[in-house]
T-cell receptor, first 112, second 113 residues
Framework: DGGITQSPKYLFRKEGQNVTLSCEQNLNHDAMYWYRQDPGQGLRLIYYSQIVNDFQKGDIAEGYSVSREKKESFPLTVTSAQKNPTAFYLC???????????FGEGSRLTVL | KNQVEQSPQSLIILEGKNCTLQCNYTVSPFSNLRWYKQDTGRGPVSLTIMTFSENTKSNGRYTATLDADTKQSSLHITASQLSDSASYICVVTMKTSYDKVIFGPGTSLSVIP
């Protein structure tokens, strides 16, 4: 079945460590997105990419980095510069920008 | 400021009862409004999309309404089931040069037997 796969589902890290969250889609969508979800707040856009080898900062890009080397893949790195990284991270894709968003199952990152 | 507000923040209803969730937005210029359902620990899934000219749209037991003049939308759930327990998120898309998507904080619905 077509869809978006995020991994890992749960991730723990120590302060000062970088971690990379994986996002793979087989929907043949051009656009991909990373969102952060915190309790009581709406999803906030971290980065988005409309085409391979191109990506744009969202509203809260500081402390994060991405790459888009392949159409199917859009990994997110949470760097040590992100001051409050504990959150639920959602990857999404759409046929066009923007369009109906198709979300992955999410990755929950906890910093110890 | 472009914002999306939802009420109530949380809601508990008995199985089989109906309920209505509210969404108010100040987004302009408006392109469309979607309702998403998010089960706990999962990604959101789209329920409906409404454009400026649409007043009502149904998807099974879910019926969404839109009043573009007052910038309000509602999601009505009929004959609730335990599986309706989830967070319901209102999402408004702006009509800009690159189209910006603004998420509401969600309403947490719990359906109890």
């Amino acid at each position: 079945d077509g869809g978006i796969t995020q991994s890992p589902k749960y991730l723990f890290r120590k302060e000062g460590q970088n971690v990379t969250l994986s996002c793979e889609q087989n929907l043949n969508h051009d656009a991909m997105y990373w969102y952060r979800q915190d309790p009581g707040q709406g999803l906030r856009l971290i980065y988005y990419s409309q085409i391979v080898n191109d990506f744009q900062k969202g509203d809260i890009a500081e402390g994060y980095s991405v790459s888009r080397e392949k159409k199917e893949s859009f990994p997110l790195t949470v760097t040590s510069a992100q001051k409050n990284p504990t959150a639920f991270y959602l990857c999404a894709s759409s046929i066009v920008t923007p369009g109906e968003l198709f979300f992955g199952e999410g990755s929950r990152l906890t910093v110890l | 400021k472009n914002q999306v507000e939802q009420s109530p923040q949380s809601l508990i209803i008995l199985e089989g009862k109906n309920c209505t969730l509210q969404c108010n937005y100040t987004v302009s210029p408006f392109s469309n409004l979607r309702w998403y359902k998010q089960d706990t620990g999962r990604g959101p899934v789209s329920l409906t999309i409404m454009t400026f000219s649409e007043n009502t749209k149904s998807n099974g037991r879910y019926t969404a309404t839109l009043d573009a003049d007052t910038k309000q939308s509602s999601l009505h759930i009929t004959a609730s089931q335990l599986s309706d327990s989830a967070s319901y998120i209102c999402v408004v898309t702006m009509k800009t040069s690159y189209d910006k998507v603004i998420f509401g904080p969600g309403t947490s619905l719990s359906v109890i037997p």
